[in-house]
């Protein structure tokens, strides 16, 4: 099975900071990598796909790039909707999720 | 506009089988590229993708509970059902089902059904 490792586990920023969380993959998952949000009380929701394609509707604020074994998720200014926890998936293959980053006000 | 929602007891005793049912709206699983997968969340932990079924019927499950998990899909009603056998309180979680576009990941998703297990 693939084995996604994110970090940080934890983070703490303010309003208006730049953010970046990592998703390690176990193995070569090429470009096939998901994040999404989920917000306390609330269902996760998608935010990117195929590694760097930004969901319809979803702010630029947030970016994602690499491919492989190492991706990132960046949000360039962080909005106080974003205090949330992050995930990464694998959707493809083994569709395994990572274990989260949470995203705190500092 | 593409609804789901889950449904199925709130709590089972341990040992039961457990049968959520994904209602949705917006969209055919006859569709080419469409599925619909259950995801699950203990308390206060991470996701865990556990099933997904596809428009041609292919059925995809994680590998440390596929001996326990059945996914169906009744396309004329226009929903998915998910079983598992022999539950434990280790299971207790919200349980999602969402939207799968090709392997591009969950578009959508419903609320969540909170599941306890417990005597």
């Known amino acids: 099975d693939i084995q996604l490792t994110q970090s940080p586990s934890f983070l703490s920023a303010s309003v208006g900071d730049r953010v970046t969380i990592t998703c390690r993959a176990s193995q070569d998952i090429r470009n096939n990598l998901a994040w999404y949000r989920q917000k306390p009380g609330e269902a996760p929701n998608l935010l990117i796909y195929i590694a760097s394609t930004l969901r319809t509707g979803v702010p630029t604020r947030f970016s994602g790039s690499g491919s492989g074994t190492e991706f990132t998720l960046t949000i360039t200014s962080l909005q106080p909707e974003d205090f949330a926890t992050y995930y990464c998936q694998e959707p493809n293959g083994y569709r395994t999720f990572g274990g989260g980053t949470k995203v705190e006000i500092k | 506009q593409i609804t789901l929602k889950e449904s199925g007891p709130t709590l089972v005793k341990p040992t039961q089988t457990l049968t959520l049912t994904c209602t949705f709206s917006?969209?055919?699983?006859?569709?080419?590229?469409?599925?619909v997968g259950w995801i699950r969340q203990p308390p206060g932990k991470a996701l865990e993708w556990l099933a997904s079924?596809?428009?041609?019927?292919?059925?995809q499950y994680t590998s440390s509970l596929k001996s326990r998990l059945t996914i169906t899909k009744d396309t004329s009603n226009s929903q998915v059902v998910l079983t598992m056998t022999n539950v434990d309180p280790v299971d207790t979680a919200t349980y999602y089902c969402a939207y799968s576009l090709f392997v591009w990941g969950f578009h959508y998703w419903g609320q969540g059904a909170l599941v306890t297990v417990s005597s």
């Open positions: 079924i596809y428009w041609d019927d292919d059925k």
């Open positions: 917006g969209f055919s699983l006859t569709t080419s590229g469409l599925g």
